[in-house]
């Protein structure tokens, strides 16, 4: 089965500096691998999908990283700001046949930024 | 609605009752999800529903489980004879298409006392 484990469970930088999380996974390569971001007592918050055939994907201050051949998923904050303590959901999608859609999340890294 | 709806938002239950958790999903939206999330846990896949396709029941974790859809729209997560074990958080989603980024409502949080 899929195994897929973020790097740490908490994760605390200083305002303005850039976090950086990790999310590997084992078996097979995802065809889709998202990232989300929870607040405590509310659902997850959908933040950035990257395929398989994109090696990287930006969108304001994130960036998220796709590296097949590592198994791994890099996401940066840049400039981080208190408001962006929150923990970060991996999520992977096979994206293939009966599986596609069904995502596997891993635990999860709570970032704490300080002013 | 401006999102996914989720009710009731806590249910408190005893031992062996069956208790039935409600997802609005966002109009349009074909796929809907449902995920558990236990205290320290990650989310684990439940069951999904696509358009009129037979859902994908492989996540459920025991036959007390079942869920329907009514309409394309509404769904409905069925626990029988609750245990102790089914606290957790229960997770609606729905996205425009399988694939596609899950948009998650709020959750009922579930004890079973």
Do not use: M
Not at chain 1, 23 to 49: E, H, I, K
Not at chain 1, 54 to 71: A, G, S
């Amino acid at each position: 089965s899929q195994k897929i484990e973020q790097n740490s469970e908490a994760l605390n930088i200083q305002e303005g500096k850039t976090a950086t999380l990790t999310c590997n996974y084992t078996n097979y390569s995802p065809a889709y691998l998202q990232w989300y971001r929870q607040d405590p007592g509310r659902g997850p918050v959908f933040l950035l999908l990257i395929r398989e055939n994109e090696k990287e994907k930006r969108k304001e201050r994130l960036k998220v990283t796709f590296d097949t051949t590592l198994k791994q998923s890099l996401f940066h904050i840049t400039a981080s700001q208190p408001a962006d303590s929150a923990t970060y959901l991996c999520a992977l999608d096979r994206g293939r046949g009966s599986t596609l859609g069904r995502l596997y999340f891993g635990r999860g890294t709570q970032l704490t930024v300080w002013p | 609605g401006a999102g996914v709806s989720q009710s009731p938002s806590n249910k408190v239950t005893e031992k062996g009752k069956d208790v039935e958790l409600r997802c609005d999903p966002i109009s349009g939206h074909t796929a809907l999800y449902w995920y558990r999330q236990s205290l320290g846990q990650g989310l684990e896949f439940l069951i999904y529903f696509q358009g009129n396709s037979a859902p994908d029941k492989s996540g459920l974790p025991s036959d007390r489980f079942s869920a329907e859809r009514t309409g394309g729209s509404v769904s409905t997560l069925t626990i029988q004879r609750t245990q102790q074990e089914d606290s957790a958080v229960y997770l609606c989603a729905s996205s425009a298409r399988l694939g596609y980024e899950q948009y998650f409502g709020p959750g009922t949080r579930l004890t079973v006392t």
